[in-house]
């Protein structure tokens, strides 16, 4: 079945692709592991360079890889030209700390000399999402390239487009043939490329359904995997919060990317003494947003990436409204052309809503009001998703204490959660396991070696 690129914006179909056949894959997964080899032993500073080649030609070409970006999933035009930005801000990182994230540890030991030293796995599969087609590719690609691996990259079916970009990206940057490949293939044959004995290791962003296929087949094959699945993240407002930077940073991260981001903040949850002020002054803030065509700089909300996501989560605002949800303003999808969506606004959510437990993928604001500060940690740790968190207060010190007892991979305190090159992200719970970005995110896919010399 051909993929599509289809522009969310308008329905209509931009291009066709055929997936490739069993002999392309056959050449492709054979290229990575001959590329692998010669690829690793060069220097760290070598391969360190190349990267940071990748992250200039990333710059030079900003524009109009945005432009690939918006067409193909729908993101404002000016997010995607800072996701851009933050695709060579990540190959900037680790072109700067690859020597010292991978130099030798010495251990004492009984030996003369040992310690630990750190070699690459070989050729890495990465299966990716669609939300930040770019992003969520490079945090990857960037530390697995520099420690020395291979990469191939099955991305989601919705964007081949940025997926042939970033291998030109690659190849255009000088990194040698066949060491990063993007595969146009359909999910059913993920789990076999998983058992091919030369690939290593497996990375996946992207739902709990794959997060456990994917997971199965590596934990057949006796493979190393890293999941980064979904999130419910919780924002916490106490009443000593400043409402005004609360608010402010509730609509960004909420709506940012039409709400289709793992680490959008989801579920607010506001004290009693200031729920009522939050949420008409959040309620004004939504009702300014104006969607539009995500090309225009003037527009605040972009459309959903694919029809079927937008049904899925209508479904989901349906259902808890019939549950007892309040509904202040949205909840359906709008009557234009493309697939946007209202941006929603739900109060009095509570157990036993979709609103309250599941992950909603869009732009969909939800308010679950708790009496006192203990209570509002209980409700943000009342899920089985463990991504992000953030706590609003004037206290920092009260703040700290605070995240520190939240059940997530990054808890903020008074700020936007977001992934950083320089600090490790990731989840717990079923938003997965490992660790991408920071000195984790390249030890995942290394073999740390014990070395004992007598």
């Excluded at 690829?39 to 360079?49: D, F, H, L, T, Y």
């Excluded at 989601?156 to 970009?165: E, G, I, K, T, Y």
């Amino acid at each position: 079945m051909p993929m599509q690129s289809i522009d969310p914006t308008t329905g209509q179909i931009l291009e066709g692709f055929e997936p490739i056949g069993s002999a392309a894959l056959e050449d492709a997964i054979a290229s990575a592991a001959a590329a692998a080899g010669p690829w690793s032993a060069r220097p760290v500073a070598e391969r360190a360079g190349r990267l940071r080649t990748v992250g200039a030609h990333l710059r030079e070409h900003r524009s109009d890889l945005a432009r690939v970006i918006t067409r193909e999933m729908g993101k404002l035009i000016g997010e995607a030209e800072s996701e851009v930005e933050k695709c060579a801000l990540v190959c900037d990182y680790y072109a700067d700390q690859g020597e010292r994230l991978l130099t030798d540890i010495p251990i004492d030991s009984d030996a003369s000399r040992s310690g630990v030293v750190h070699q690459p796995l070989g050729v890495l599969l990465a299966v990716m999402p669609w939300n930040f087609p770019f992003w969520q590719v490079f945090r990857c690609a960037a530390p697995a390239l520099v420690a020395g691996n291979a990469l191939l990259l099955k991305h989601a079916s919705n964007v081949p487009r940025c997926a042939l970009a970033i291998e030109r990206i690659f190849g255009e940057s000088g990194l040698p043939e066949g060491l990063f490949k993007t595969l146009l293939i359909e999910s059913g044959r993920v789990a076999d490329l998983i058992a091919d004995p030369r690939v290593r290791g497996v990375s996946l962003t992207g739902s709990e359904a794959a997060g456990r296929a994917v997971a199965e087949a590596a934990g057949r094959h006796l493979k190393k995997s890293l999941l980064e699945l979904g999130g419910s993240d919780a924002f916490v407002v106490l009443e000593d919060a400043d409402l005004d930077h609360a608010v402010e940073t509730a609509l960004r991260s909420r709506f940012m990317n039409a709400g289709q981001s793992c680490i959008a903040a989801k579920r607010f949850i506001p004290v009693r003494s200031v729920a009522d002020d939050f949420t008409q002054r959040l309620l004004a803030a939504i009702r300014e947003l104006r969607p539009g065509d995500p090309l225009d700089p003037e527009t605040t909300l972009a459309p959903m990436a694919r029809e079927d996501l937008r049904e899925e989560l209508h479904r989901q605002v349906q259902d808890s409204l019939d549950a007892g949800a309040r509904l202040l303003t949205g909840g359906h999808p709008l009557d234009q052309p493309g697939w946007f969506y209202a941006p929603t606004l739900l109060d009095g959510v509570g157990p036993g809503m979709p609103a309250y437990s599941e992950e909603l993928f869009g732009p969909v604001a939800v308010v679950i009001r708790a009496e006192d500060e203990p209570d509002a940690l209980r409700i943000a740790n009342d899920t089985r998703f463990g991504l992000g968190g953030s706590v609003w207060t004037l206290d920092t010190e009260r703040g700290e204490r605070f995240a520190r007892a939240m059940d997530c991979g990054a808890a903020f305190v008074n700020g936007l959660v977001k992934s950083d090159p320089r600090l490790p992200f990731g989840g717990v719970k079923d938003s997965g396991y490992g660790r991408e970005l920071g000195a984790p995110g390249i030890q995942e896919f290394l073999n740390a070696k014990t070395l004992w010399i007598g």
